[in-house]
């Protein structure tokens, strides 16, 4: 099964709008730790954001927040403003456990596209 | 600049043939390094832990003795993909946690090694 969702392949957004990203995840561990990772199309995997299950406060990084549903168990990422340089690929990623060696699962990620 | 460096980012070699990657963390020890696989257009699926002074943890379904992963010291994991073919043609990714990273448990990651297998 699944563990992490992202049913959006593909979105076009406008320069300076908000996008939302989706992602949904399935866990029965209390502890676990949320991730947003950005792969541009050199390959290179850049770190946004991180939201800790127990983490009570939404995670927000410059123009990145992260919308967490803990009973919905969602994870949603939000970028303000929207730049040239944020298209790209976007995936969401669960660590199990709070352990920083635990491994990281991917979601199948969304394409986005900033037009001018 | 980088905190984990990947050797080589592109390699092109014939089938049959066995190519190795590298994996170093730079300015920081990793007695764990993850080997991710992708391919274009999908998402990064895990091949393998990497643990220094013990053997690999392999996913389900990755052939261990095609792909071999050896973590000889604390700052170096290598991915040696044996007697290579067409199907192996892959980006693959590494990466170690970031340290002390208890409150986010980040991952630090190369930059990614594209291999063509001809």
């Known amino acids: 099964a699944q563990k992490i969702t992202q049913t959006q392949p593909g979105m076009f957004v406008q320069e300076k709008e908000a996008v939302t990203l989706d992602c949904t995840y399935d866990?029965?561990?209390?502890?676990?730790?949320l991730f947003w990772y950005k792969q541009p199309s050199s390959g290179e995997m850049i770190f946004l954001i991180y939201q800790g299950s127990y983490d009570e406060q939404n995670a927000t990084e410059g123009r990145y927040s992260l919308n967490f549903q803990k009973a919905r168990k969602s994870a949603n990422l939000v970028i303000s403003a929207s730049q040239l340089g944020d298209s790209a690929m976007y995936f969401c990623?669960?660590?199990?456990?709070?352990?920083?060696?635990?491994?990281?699962?991917f979601g199948g990620g969304t394409r986005v596209l900033v037009k001018p | 600049g980088a905190v984990v460096s990947q050797h080589p980012s592109r390699v092109i070699c014939k089938s049959g043939t066995s190519v190795k990657i590298e994996c170093r963390s730079l300015?920081?020890?990793?007695?764990?390094m993850f080997w991710y696989r992708q391919f274009p257009k999908q998402s990064l699926m895990l091949m393998a832990t990497s643990n220094e002074g013990s053997k690999a943890t392999y996913e389900q379904g990755v052939e261990k003795d095609k792909f071999l992963i050896n973590h000889a010291s604390l700052t170096l994991s290598t991915l040696t993909v044996t007697s290579a073919h067409p199907e192996d043609s892959s980006f693959y990714i590494c990466?170690?946690?970031?340290?002390?990273?208890?409150?986010?448990?980040?991952?630090?990651f190369g930059e990614g090694s594209r291999l063509t297998v001809l």
């Open positions: 300015d920081f020890q990793a007695t764990t």
């Open positions: 990466s170690a946690p970031r340290p002390g990273g208890i409150q986010t448990g980040e991952l630090f």
């Open positions: 866990t029965s561990d209390q502890s676990y730790g």
């Open positions: 990623a669960m660590r199990e456990g709070l352990a920083a060696g635990n491994k990281l699962t």
